[in-house]
Structures are given as structure tokens and as C-alpha cells.
């Protein structure tokens, strides 16, 4: 996938997110039962699960295909920005 699809991927996942926010929020307002806010949260949870795997997904893909030499730097480079975005995982 390339970067602008997944980013649309992404701005996707992050508007859905928004929306079943938006739907909680009125939700509580509204004093709907514990059952069905929690349906909700966990439908932007779910969203936002799925923003931010594609984005540490296409951050791994461009780590790696990063032209340049395997040089021990250019890979301890890589293995540090990997390290780095697994924590977000």
C-alpha cells in the first residue's frame, strides 16, 4: 500500500472513531443504559486500533525499504526506529 492510500486508510479509521465518540458522548447525555455506551466505546477503541496498526505498519514498511547501504549504522538506524515504534503496538 502506499503512502497516500494508507493515510486515507488512517484519516478514515480516525473520522469513524469520531463519530462513535461523538455518538457516546450523546449517549451519556441522553442517559442511555451501560450496555449500549459501552458497545460504543468499544467501537472507538476498535477504530482507533485499526489507525494506529496501519500507521505503525506503514512506518515498519518505510523503515524498510529505505534504499542505502546495510552498512552496521544505516541497519542499527533501522533497528533503533523499530524498536521505537513497537511500543506503540
Not at 32 to 52: F, G, H, L
Amino acid at each position: 500500500m502506499d503512502m497516500q492510500t494508507s493515510h486515507q486508510h488512517i484519516v478514515k479509521w480516525l473520522q469513524r472513531a469520531e463519530g462513535h465518540l461523538k455518538s457516546v458522548i450523546a449517549m451519556v447525555g441522553k442517559g442511555r443504559t451501560c450496555v449500549d455506551i459501552a458497545q460504543q466505546v468499544q467501537a472507538v477503541e476498535s477504530a482507533i486500533c485499526n489507525a494506529r496498526t496501519t500507521l505503525v505498519r506503514e512506518h515498519i514498511d518505510h523503515c524498510l525499504e529505505q534504499p542505502g547501504s546495510q552498512d552496521a549504522q544505516s541497519t542499527a538506524a533501522v533497528m533503533s526506529q523499530l524498536k521505537a515504534v513497537t511500543k506503540y503496538l
